[in-house]
């Protein structure tokens, strides 16, 4: 209502003017912060208060169709199959508004679980793109753009991820309309390199967890290579044809481009990201790693990397490297990565070295692409300014982010970056069917909730007890004679060696039996998201073995165990958790003690007998 219709509906029940003032000067202001929202799309500096959030979540509710009864309500009151009629005529008597005869109406029987989703029942995108807006779902359409440019602020005046480039005047400011670079044109773009743009130029949201995410990027740009290679194809066998007819020559034969089938994979151990590249049908080559010379450090190997390029050249779709990882592995040199493709795609994509290349450039092919998992890498200042210097030199197409380990939110959504609006358009496309919306509105709640100052500051937080944890872990690792693993390029993960953990044996089966027990005696102990890795291990996926696996290297030198200093994480529970974990050792070395003195004791009384 109007606030001069809500004056005088109130002074018709007696309120005084001056009390009706007072509250309508609360409507308006809530109102003024939902216009200033919807106008400026980006984080409100302060966040909001949770019953500001919860109106607008139930007026946006009520712009979808479903947004009235539940329907265990109309069955309650025998709505459904009764005459409904009150002898008017035939009338209906039917109390809604709309009446839904198709397969999916967004009915929810359960008012409890109507309630948890803010009636918001028809979930998100259509079966053509998951950002498409659904006729049906006006308010779950309009949550989903406005949450996608919420979360792109975040990351740029939050996280520090650059954006579009500002000298692209109008072309560049009309893409940034379009719903955070949702652009919907199928032309070909320049796709050998990002335009200058950064890597939170465009993005896409999609209710699946990073290594479906991942999955679903690599299909995507399968479908964008095979559409881009066949327009250079087509673009050959043209100039092949007029060149035969200059020449007389009646040969008009052309190779048909390879099928991309082929991931390179810098090797990380964790089975995600190599179960997605297998599920989206692809085959993995999987990149080995090197240790740092000086440090503990296990890296990219880009000797290898280079060798694997030439090797398989134009049967590579994309290459995959990392920027968030268990240490001792460390976010790969994605910038050194991006260039060297883009250098690899100047000297080996069609037609890249033509006299117009500017003018051909829907005829250049695709060239090989780069993606980079991201996962929980958003709160690290170090490794999103690696992506800023990446998307400048080199060639970054897709980057995937975690949303419940940058966000505080629960498992289940994924944020895809990319500085190439073509590269989020094909992604979308590739999301079979409708979304859900859950993890779409707890993403929305959360960033309203936070407000960029609140989003800055557990960002800061986290980096101002980085160094307190790299030092108490550090001291906690001297009393019971270990040391700290030297990572300097992992500011999340961090390790120290378990080398003498195990003592009176040799035997590496029996010591790595020993040392996974100290990781179970933790959690026991209520004691989570530690990491113990033996030496040695073997594991095999999908058919791969991979050697000493846990430490993404062959045959990495030491027994460890990691912890994280990740985003959410405060000093109370840090400092918690060191008190915990060396009771724990203290309780363990002190069981070894007791079963070496027996062991002792039964050799003896052998000896004596």
Excluded at 51 to 65: F, G, K, M, N, Y
Excluded at 117 to 127: D, N, V
Excluded at 398 to 415: E, Q, R, W, Y
Excluded at 513 to 522: E, R, Y
């Amino acid at each position: 209502m109007e606030a001069a219709s809500i004056q005088a509906l109130f002074t018709s029940l007696s309120i005084p003017t001056n009390h009706t003032t007072v509250g309508l000067s609360n409507l308006l202001s809530s109102n003024s912060q939902i216009k200033s929202l919807f106008h400026h799309k980006r984080l409100p500096d302060v966040g909001w208060s949770d019953v500001q959030i919860q109106r607008l979540l139930l007026e946006l509710s009520c712009l979808d169709t479903n947004c009235e009864e539940s329907v265990r309500c109309q069955l309650g009151n025998n709505s459904v199959g009764s005459s409904n009629n009150n002898g008017n005529g035939g009338a209906s008597t039917y109390p809604h508004r709309w009446t839904g005869a198709g397969e999916r109406e967004g009915r929810i029987y359960s008012p409890l679980v109507s309630s948890r989703h803010f009636g918001l029942g028809h979930g998100i995108g259509r079966s053509g793109d998951v950002m498409e807006a659904q006729p049906k779902a006006v308010g779950s359409s309009a949550l989903l753009r406005l949450c996608l440019r919420l979360v792109l602020d975040a990351v740029r005046r939050g996280a520090g991820l650059t954006g579009l480039v500002k000298s692209k005047s109008k072309q560049n400011k009309k893409q940034l309309k379009n719903d955070g670079g949702n652009n919907k044109s199928d032309g070909a773009t320049n796709n050998n390199n990002n335009n200058g743009n950064g890597p939170a130029s465009y993005g896409t949201l999609l209710p699946v967890c990073t290594g479906m995410s991942m999955a679903l990027v690599l299909s995507g740009l399968r479908d964008r290579a095979n559409q881009l290679d066949k327009l250079a194809n087509q673009h050959d066998a043209t100039t092949t044809t007029n060149n035969n007819k200059n020449n007389n020559n009646n040969d008009e034969s052309s190779s048909p481009a390879p099928e991309r089938n082929i991931v390179l994979w810098s090797r990380i151990d964790q089975k995600s990201c190599y179960k997605a590249i297998l599920s989206a049908g692809l085959q993995c080559i999987v990149l080995p790693t090197t240790i740092h010379p000086t440090t503990d450090e296990v890296s990219t190997d880009l000797d290898a990397l280079q060798v694997a390029l030439d090797k398989y050249s134009h049967r590579i779709l994309a290459v995959i490297t990392t920027t968030s990882c268990f240490c001792p592995r460390v976010p790969d040199e994605v910038d050194r990565v991006a260039k060297l493709i883009q250098g690899w795609n100047s000297q080996h994509c069609n037609n890249n070295n033509s006299d117009d290349d500017d003018n051909n450039t829907d005829k250049r092919g695709a060239g090989i692409a780069h993606v980079i998992n991201h996962a929980y890498g958003l709160q690290c200042t170090q490794t999103n300014k690696l992506l800023n210097r990446a998307c400048t030199i080199g060639r970054v197409d897709a980057i995937i982010c975690s949303t419940d380990k940058n966000f505080l939110v629960p498992v289940g959504g994924a944020l895809i970056l990319s500085p190439n609006d073509q590269v989020i358009a094909c992604i979308s496309k590739n999301y079979p069917g409708r979304a859900s919306a859950s993890p779409v509105v707890d993403l929305f709640i959360t960033l309203l909730s936070m407000g960029l100052n609140g989003y800055k500051g557990i960002l800061e937080e986290r980096r101002r007890l980085v160094d307190v944890f790299r030092v108490k872990f550090d001291a906690l690792a001297k009393k019971f004679g270990e040391r700290s693993l030297d990572c300097p390029r992992n500011t999340i993960s961090f390790g120290i060696t378990l080398d003498n953990l195990v003592i009176g044996t040799d035997d590496e089966t029996k010591k790595n039996v020993q040392i996974t027990k100290f990781g179970s005696m933790l959690f026991t102990r209520c004691i989570s998201g530690t990491r113990i890795v033996p030496t040695k291990e073997t594991k095999t996926i999908s058919g791969h073995i991979f050697q000493g696996f846990g430490s993404s290297y062959d045959d990495y030198p030491h027994s460890y165990m990691t912890a994280a200093c990740a985003v959410g994480m405060g000093e109370e529970e840090m400092m918690e958790f060191f008190e915990r974990l060396e009771r724990c050792w203290r309780e363990y070395v002190g069981k070894r003690e007791k079963e070496e003195v027996r062991k002792r004791l039964k050799e003896m009384e052998i000896e004596q007998s």
